[in-house]
């Protein structure tokens, strides 16, 4: 073969997987934030890549995921949502609490937004219809914020003989204020006493323990905020050593807790990561509507009960929806 014909079919080749490498679809990106740190809530990226792959999409495979963290401060997720618009992401997954979702919608109107919070998105502004969102943002509710009415019912049945129990909230969430009063009423309707503690960071717990002690709480109610799970270890030794029977709203303290009450937070993410995969199908935020709880766990240890010394009345054993023994 000559030279010049040699070189000439060399070029055309590489010219040839230039182009259809060119022509290759690129890999869409989801961008996700959240309140949380890495690492502590792997639930949520389970959830997340079981929607995912219910409507065929595979992380690393045919779709890449930007993570972005804001390690308990509420006040960094603008910045984070800022820098995936910046970053020019196909989807935002705003998770944990309705603060990410707000900062995304805050950041864009134009790019689709998905969220998964634990409050109502039409009082918190995310949304203006459940049933048609009508812009770029829809998602999955687990309306746990009001679930503390059932949450402060079951513990009082498992204590009936404590007359106040105490509410540990974050200081910083942007619905604690709600939670505090949700609480407040549903202890004054069973005619309990509510002493509320707040905290804003990990070495404030210890404190925290020391001031629900001087208020004479007999029981802890531990409100569910994506921050405070990055000190569920702590919180959770402190319990057991200030011996108080504790109702959480998050079945991951289940481990060594008492009881906990609340939707399924695996599934809701699942269906956020279903609406995420939709949405790289097609589909437009505006015609899915906000998807809300379906399944609700009550879980017991009744190994943490034999441990504080209590001992738990058998209808709540049926009522449960799991008990650790």
């Not at 219910?54 to 910045?79: F, H, K, M, Q, S």
């Amino acid at each position: 073969m000559k030279r010049r014909a040699f070189i000439t079919l060399v070029g055309g080749a590489v010219a040839w997987s230039l182009a259809a490498r060119a022509q290759q679809p690129s890999m869409p990106v989801i961008g996700f934030f959240s309140p949380c740190s890495a690492g502590t809530c792997p639930y949520m990226l389970d959830g997340l890549r079981r929607g995912l792959a219910e409507t065929g999409y595979v992380e690393g495979r045919n779709v890449t995921i930007e993570y972005r963290w804001a390690e308990g401060r509420y006040d960094r997720l603008p910045e984070l949502a800022a820098e995936l618009v910046r970053r020019r992401v196909d989807v935002i997954f705003a998770s944990g609490s309705s603060a990410p979702g707000l900062a995304a919608k805050a950041a864009t109107s134009t790019i689709p937004i998905v969220f998964q919070t634990g409050g109502d998105p039409v009082v918190d502004g995310l949304v203006t219809s459940m049933n048609r969102p009508g812009t770029n943002v829809t998602g999955v509710s687990r309306m746990t914020v009001l679930l503390d009415s059932k949450r402060v019912e079951l513990l009082h049945e498992a204590v009936p003989k404590v007359n106040t129990f105490a509410l540990l909230v974050n200081r910083d969430s942007p619905r604690t204020d709600f939670v505090i009063e949700q609480v407040q009423k549903a202890a004054r309707s069973l005619g309990l006493g509510a002493a509320i503690v707040k905290v804003g960071a990990e070495p404030e717990l210890d404190e925290a323990f020391v001031a629900i002690a001087r208020e004479r709480a007999g029981a802890l109610l531990v409100n569910s905020d994506p921050a405070m799970d990055r000190w569920r270890q702590k919180t959770l030794a402190l319990t057991m050593q200030h011996a108080l029977p504790t109702m959480f709203s998050n079945r991951e303290y289940i481990v060594r807790g008492l009881m906990s009450y609340d939707s399924s937070i695996v599934d809701s993410f699942r269906q956020a990561g279903s609406y995420v995969g939709r949405i790289l199908k097609g589909e437009k935020p505006a015609d899915l509507p906000v998807l809300e709880p379906t399944k609700f766990d009550f879980v017991l240890n009744l190994k943490t009960a034999k441990a504080l010394g209590l001992e738990i009345p058998l209808k709540m054993h049926a009522f449960a929806d799991e008990v650790i023994e």
